[in-house]
């Protein structure tokens, strides 16, 4: 559905061992940020943490986090780590002018930037502390490790997870001329997989943005649907198949279907009336049997409704399109 999934409903899906993807009836802008807020709950290694200047006033510390939901940054110095900044130092604050420098944790404990998460959480225990600095020899910050994200991770075993501990989570762009500011943004917010959100894949305009996208993209993941051959000739990753008749929409199907509770209708009749070709006429009637909606009649070739099952089925939708 177009405007189920934002990041709290991804962020459970992707807690679960799934993935979910975020709408896009949203601006491109708000829906990068949606992506972003899924990425940022856990963290194996936070490998790009939101950081301060030690001469920054202590009221971008406030603002940064009120923006970010970020408790605690590390505090650099010409690149160099030399502090940590947390709700702790900045809960007796009055005066917001004062510099980070002066009020922040010096000489913060740290780690190199191979530790394991085994490892790090004995650091941090033992310290007492819950954010690690990992710097390299030069003192220059590689990453953080919080001891938030180890226990979310303890906690949550089954999660879709990527290279970075980080949850999985997709979104959803259109083929339309602007989709592909979209898409960048969505990839610079850390999107794992693309969804070329379409009912239709044979669509040339879906193929085409797929073959953009690839090129653009070469290691972005790209689901696109329906159409399995089209598409995977365009470089598409996957396809989705969400529906239950591949090659129809609910509008389509429910046509074809009201035109054979009228009467029993031939292979050619179908590609015929409805405009499509022999091969898909074949493959629609074919799935149409599978799923029991219809029926082969032997003797003279012709496909028979199975009335009774097709509606109860699809009672909910019959209504709107007439099948009575």
Known sequence: MDTVTTAPLAISIALQGGLGIIHKNMSPEAQAEEVRKVKRWQSGIVSDPV?????????????????????????????KVVGMLTSRDLRTITDTSVKVKDVMTKKPITAGPKISL??????????RIEKLPLVDANGTLKGLVTMTDILK????????????GQLLVGAA??????????????????VDLLVI???HGHHIGVRNMVKTVRKKYPKLTICAGNGVRTLADSLADSERVGEKL?????????????SIFAKPISLAELASEFGISMSNAYKILSKLVEERYIYKNEEDQKYVANKEHFLNVHLSLQLKYLIV
């Open 118 to 127: 085994a490892k790090a959480k004995e650091i941090l225990n033992t310290n």
């Open 51 to 79: 950081t301060l200047d030690a001469d920054e006033p202590v009221l971008h510390a406030f603002e940064m986090r009120a923006r970010t939901k970020v408790s605690g940054f590390p505090v650099l110095s010409k690149g």
């Open 197 to 199: 959100d379409t009912a």
């Open 153 to 164: 991770r303890e906690s949550n075993p089954n999660a879709s997870l990527d290279k970075n």
């Open 246 to 258: 591949k090659l129809l929409g609910n509008e389509r199907l429910f046509k074809i279907m009201k």
């Open 173 to 190: 762009a259109s083929t339309s001329a602007d989709s592909l500011e979209r898409i960048k943004l969505l990839v610079e917010a850390g």
